[in-house]
């Protein structure tokens, strides 16, 4: 690992998360919250998600994409974060097409790096696929991480949320190097740039809508980083809602982890019976939740003091 940080300052910030993190979980939405840690807010998250699907498909090179990418940078920029947009094009099947990712950082500028990414881009077809769970869900979970995040002053490390297109393949089936165009172009520009030495961490949220919201324990992710998460979701009384089936899914994570990234994927890979619902016209509001959003989003949060202690013990 390339960062080392003072452990008690570490310590010391684990501990004030875990407290005020539990304290957020507790008053499940109401204002009492130690201020250093806003709780997730569902409402806001489904808000989020219903204005994705309300532009219809999203699939890269769309305008509706470059819609819901202007939406997600004003909100970015409402939380008083400075939104980065990176734009790229990238030969595919269809010929060269035009990408963009947006991300914003949160925290000091020399701490490590921890990426927390969804992908926005939704699969294409030639019917209409609105995508609530895929991408909507990740899209709307990671805003509603960001205002959560954004407020917090002391801590060991930099949180980046990563909005990345093109996770989807253009052609229907996800054969490489067809698929993860933009979290392959982000990790290339951080190995351009020499800043992927502070990158610690990656945690991916991806299908976290689905009503009977269960995360797979998805066996490409580093197994370390999954226990976190997984613990965190059982001590804060979420436990009914990991340790799904193995099952072992190609996503983001992997353009991290081939940059020797640990790499988690929280995702819910059993949508719908035998994930009947999954890239199907059954991915529509009626088959995903707020609650299952504001789960997800609370097993994100309480699983961070924990990877923060992780962070700055390798
Ligand atoms: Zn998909």
Not at 26 to 54: I, L, N, Q
Not at 167 to 188: F, L
Not at 285 to 311: H, Q
């Amino acid at each position: 690992m390339p960062y080392r940080k003072s452990a008690e300052h570490g310590a010391w910030c684990a501990c004030a998360w875990t407290l005020s993190i539990l304290s957020g979980i507790v008053s499940c939405g109401s204002s009492s919250a130690a201020p250093s840690a806003p709780p997730f807010d569902e409402a806001r998250a489904w808000t989020h998600m219903k204005e994705m699907v309300a532009l219809g498909p999203r699939p890269a090179a769309s305008e509706e994409l470059e819609r819901a990418r202007a939406y997600i940078v004003r909100e970015l920029e409402s939380y008083g974060l400075t939104p980065v947009v990176e734009n790229f094009r990238s030969e595919t099947p269809e010929g060269e097409l035009s990408f963009a990712n947006v991300y914003a950082d949160i925290g000091p500028g020399d701490a490590p790096l921890v990426v927390l990414t969804t992908h926005i881009d939704t699969k294409r077809f030639d019917w209409h696929f609105v995508g609530a769970n895929d991408s909507g869900s990740g899209t709307a979970v990671l805003l509603e991480l960001a205002r959560a995040l954004a407020p917090v002053s002391a801590r060991p490390v930099t949180y980046r949320v990563l909005f990345v297109d093109g996770e989807e393949s253009i052609r229907e089936t996800w054969i490489d190097p067809d698929n993860r165009y933009g979290s392959r172009h982000h990790v290339a520009e951080l190995e351009r740039t020499g800043e992927i030495r502070r990158v610690a961490a990656c945690v991916l949220i991806d299908l976290i809508g689905d009503k009977d919201l269960r995360l797979s324990h998805e066996t490409l992710s580093n197994p370390e980083l999954l226990k976190i998460f997984f613990r965190a979701a059982r001590e804060a009384g979420l436990g009914a809602h990991v340790d799904g089936p193995r099952r072992e899914i190609k996503d983001d994570h992997l353009s991290f982890m081939s940059a020797n990234i640990p790499s988690v994927d929280l995702i819910d890979f059993e949508y719908g019976p035998n994930n009947a619902y999954w890239h199907d016209k059954r991915d529509t509001l009626e088959n995903v939740s707020a609650a299952s959003l504001g789960i997800a989003g609370r097993i994100v949060l309480a699983g961070l003091p924990g990877l923060e202690a992780w962070v700055l013990k390798n």
